[in-house]
């Protein structure tokens, strides 16, 4: 059996006047993150680890910013693709442990919610799915409450 670990990263600014999603649910919120997505940072991050991992190169090269297809696109359509080139090239899910770091809004009554859409939009078992968040004490752009950030470690496996 071959066993695969993979590492994502993803930020993005707060801005007003945008919905807040995150790990797939909207989040009551001020401001939202701005990207040609919805800018979901967590699933962006779960998405580039899945593919690292695979050796598949990034969220970028499969669904590019520059496509007006994937302009305001629900991010867990792109994880639901992920998946589904993991698994069209013979890999399976193991885990995630995922970070999110942020100020506001507080993220821990969520996480559950978060979780189950995941594990859904996944197809894999929601206890292999882990989110932590996090502050930064008030440092830096996060700190600042200027954008979010998310990182992601991922475990595939195949044969």
């Known amino acids: 059996m071959k066993i695969r670990v ?3 990263y993803d930020v ?3 801005v007003e006047g945008r919905d807040l999603w995150l790990g797939g649910i909207k989040l009551e919120h001020t401001m939202g993150l701005l ?7 967590l699933i962006h ?5 899945l593919l690292g991992a695979a050796n598949m190169r990034d969220i970028g090269y499969h669904f590019p910013d520059t496509d ?3 302009k305001d696109v629900d991010s867990k359509l792109l994880l639901a ?5 993991l698994r069209d090239a013979g890999y399976e899910f193991g885990n995630a442990d995922i970070t999110v770091a942020a100020e506001r809004p507080k993220l821990k009554p969520h996480i559950d919610a978060m979780k ?11 206890e292999d799915i882990s989110i932590k968040a996090t502050t930064t004490e008030k440092l830096g752009f996060t700190g600042r409450q ?3 950030a998310a990182y992601a470690t991922v475990l595939i496996t195949k044969g």
């Open 6 to 8: 993979g590492f994502g």
């Open 116 to 126: 189950a859409c995941l594990a859904e939009v996944m197809q894999v078992d929601v």
């Open 68 to 70: 007006p297809k994937y």
């Open 45 to 49: 991050a779960l998405c580039d680890a």
């Open 35 to 41: 990207g040609h997505s919805d800018a979901d940072v």
């Open 12 to 14: 993005h600014r707060l």
């Open 81 to 85: 693709d992920t998946m589904k080139l």
């Open 146 to 148: 200027e954008g979010m």
